[in-house]
């Protein structure tokens, strides 16, 4: 039961963080200047 409870959390934490991360990423590849470094990474 802990260890399900973990799981939970850890998957929960994880969805927030990409959440926020996916939120971040797009107002900031919205800025002129870091399109060229975004298609950088995209080609990586």
Do not use: N, Y
């Amino acid at each position: 039961m802990e260890a399900l409870l973990l799981v939970f959390f850890i998957g929960l934490g994880l969805l927030v963080g990409f959440l926020a991360l996916d939120c971040w990423f797009k107002s900031w590849s919205q800025a002129p200047r870091h399109r060229d470094t975004l298609r950088r990474w995209r080609l990586r």
